[in-house]
């Protein structure tokens, strides 16, 4: 097992982040060390209870914690505030107070949902993050970030609020199909070209280790994206300056999304693409040279994804604006200047995001 800390300096406050094949058997044991409350709601999807949900509970148990599973249905349809009232209801319903606490099990949508109720019920109850999908360990399950869609755009709502402890155990990865593999590992090349160069050769070297999902791959992987991710929200936990880096490849990304109902992409592979069109601005705008640029559209085009299907100019405009790094009227972009640094600069022009994505949607798709 190997631990991570994500210490928020401004408030003094820490946890930590368990990374270890097999580890989701000590998850009574880890939870009762940093005191968390015997009764515990764990928030799941109807995928992901019938492969852990039992586990999970034998777990706490263990531990000597009182769990209820409670199921929401999977997908990002989910994530909406329809989702989280109904949630509220059965905590309300099973009499959950202050003493009691929520364990988040399954991907970055559970992670959302169940980090928001905890955030907002009865203005705050501990919880805690055991990530079942790629894309959850190594980017939506550490900082804090919790919330749900509304129709004029993803992630609208929400709260900054930080889990008690984050349990990553990759052995459950091994249920996760091959697409849903592929998307998170376009958080693991984000966190490489943000904070990793070493980790990006990494991708490079053994990719199709990578792509087939070699357990021992992915732990050496997912640790790393976790250390950049800690290290960016220690810095600024309420993403007001440097953790919009965090962002890189997600103004396209979102945009992407949000314009094909959430029913097209992955988040995953909107990103990829994203990533795609960031690194092209970025190219354009003499901040990365040639040779890195062909080497990081080498790697994500190696990246299964579906193409980009015909947008409407003027659907894609309506999204680009509601873009949350936006402040004071001004997108705060995020480009890249070398293979592990990102640098944020105030001021894109639609019209530039709008070439830019003209040259993904022309870029041929890996099937």
């Known amino acids: 097992m190997r631990a991570l800390e994500v210490r928020i300096s401004a408030e003094t406050r820490s946890y930590p982040v368990y990374i270890g094949r097999g580890l989701l058997g000590s998850l009574g044991k880890l939870a009762s060390r940093h005191g968390f409350p015997k009764r ?60 009691c606490g929520i364990c988040a099990l399954g991907g970055g949508v ?11 019920y009865l203005r705050g109850i501990p919880w805690i993050q055991v990530p079942t999908t790629l894309l959850a360990q190594v980017d939506s399950s550490v900082g804090g970030k919790t919330g749900v869609n509304h129709p004029a755009g993803k992630n609208l709502i ?9 349990l990553i155990d990759p052995d459950l990865l091994g249920s996760l199909p091959p697409r ?11 966190a490489a070209l943000i904070g990793d160069a ?3 050769s990494l991708l490079e070297a053994h990719w ?11 732990e050496e992987a997912i640790l790393r994206a976790c ?17 919009r880096i965090l962002n890189f490849g997600h103004t396209l990304g979102h945009a992407l999304e949000a314009a094909t109902e959430y029913r097209h992409f992955l988040h995953g592979e909107a990103v990829a693409w994203g990533m795609l069109g960031a690194i092209w601005l970025s190219w354009k705008r003499g901040l990365l040279n040639d040779g890195e640029r062909g080497r990081i559209e080498a790697l994500l085009s190696r990246l299964p994804k579906p193409p980009i299907p015909e947008i409407p100019t003027e659907r894609f405009r309506e999204h680009l604006r509601r873009d949350k790094k936006i402040v004071a009227g ?7 200047s070398r293979i592990g640094e990102a640098v944020l600069e105030e001021g894109i022009s639609e019209e530039e995001l709008l070439s830019a994505l003209e040259r993904i949607s022309s870029l041929e798709a890996p099937s």
């Open 40 to 99: 515990v709601m764990v928030i799941t999807d109807e995928h992901v209870a019938p492969l852990y949900g039992e586990a999970t509970a034998e777990a706490l148990k263990a531990g000597g914690f009182s769990p209820e599973l409670v199921s929401i249905p999977p997908g990002e349809s989910s994530k909406s505030l329809a989702t989280v009232s109904s949630l509220y209801d059965r905590l309300i319903a099973r009499g959950f107070d202050r003493g």
């Open 110 to 120: 559970v992670g959302d949902i169940a980090g928001f109720v905890a955030a907002t």
């Open 158 to 166: 929400g709260a900054f609020y930080q889990p008690r402890l984050v």
């Open 180 to 190: 849903e593999l592929h998307a998170g590992l376009a958080e693991v090349v984000k």
């Open 198 to 200: 070493q980790l990006f």
């Open 208 to 218: 199709e280790g990578f792509v087939s999902g070699d357990p021992e791959l992915l």
């Open 227 to 243: 250390r950049v991710k800690a290290e960016v929200v220690s810095r600024d936990e309420r993403e007001v300056g440097h953790r």
């Open 330 to 336: 001004t997108l705060h972009y995020v480009y890249l």
